[in-house]
């Protein structure tokens, strides 16, 4: 069945830190995409990146980053330098047919 | 930017009452979503709509659950008698085609059953 896990329940750092999250995905397709998803306290759901599984080539947007790993399952989420305004709650999500399967999130907390 | 819209913003309702939920997508997208999220808990799907019919559903997504797109914008989610479980926020998303592309989320509907 196709699962996605994110074993980090809640991850706090310090202004400034960098802070990985993890995204482990189960699937049988051959051909598969995966997501990021922020949810801030105000609740909305906003897409942060998509990514196809015939391109393992990772992506930098700003202090945002993103590995993707076929071998081992795992399209992890790093932010350098975080800000208190990257406290959220962060969904990784795979796509099935039609629908997204979310992980349970990790939230994290940034402090000043 | 194009957005998708939803209202209300949040639902209050009594035990075995019907509620509609609305949702506007983005303009030109053609394949919509329903999914609900528990209070502290993931996001889960519900049903998938594309030219005028579910193409997906899944198991929550029981008889006392509809969707329609009455007219050219909009895009409901219909509870005919709701539980006290049903409590929940409910995201509507689009996305331009289903194979490859991200979904778009709304803010959201809080969803309160007394």
């Known amino acids: 069945a196709q699962k996605v896990t994110q074993a980090q329940t809640e991850i706090s750092v310090v202004e400034k830190e960098d802070v990985t999250l993890d995204c482990v995905y189960e699937?049988?397709?051959?051909?598969?995409?995966l997501f990021w998803y922020k949810q801030p306290p105000s609740g909305e759901l906003v897409f942060l990146i998509r990514r196809n599984s015939f391109d393992e080539q990772n992506e930098i947007s700003g202090r945002y980053s993103w590995n993707f790993q076929k071998s081992t399952s795992s399209f992890n989420f790093t932010i350098t330098a975080s800000q208190v305004v990257d406290s959220a709650v962060y969904f990784c999500?795979?796509?099935?047919?039609?629908?997204?399967?979310f992980g349970t999130g990790t939230r994290l907390q940034v402090f000043p | 930017e194009p957005e998708v819209t939803q209202t209300p913003s949040h639902q209050v309702t009594q035990m075995g009452q019907e509620v509609i939920l609305r949702c506007v997508p983005i303009?030109?997208?053609?394949?919509f979503y329903w999914y609900r999220q528990i209070l502290g808990q993931k996001v889960e799907f519900l049903v998938s709509f594309y030219n005028n019919e579910i193409s997906e559903k899944s198991e929550i997504f029981d008889d006392q659950f509809s969707v329609e797109r009455p007219d050219g914008s909009n895009f409901t989610l219909k509870i005919r008698s709701t539980k006290l479980e049903d409590s929940a926020m409910y995201f509507c998303a689009s996305s331009e085609t289903e194979i490859y592309n991200e979904q778009f989320f709304g803010p959201g509907t809080r969803l309160t059953v007394l």
């Open positions: 999500a795979l796509k099935e047919t039609d629908k997204l399967i």
């Open positions: 699937t049988r397709d051959t051909t598969y995409y």
């Open positions: 303009s030109n997208h053609l394949y």
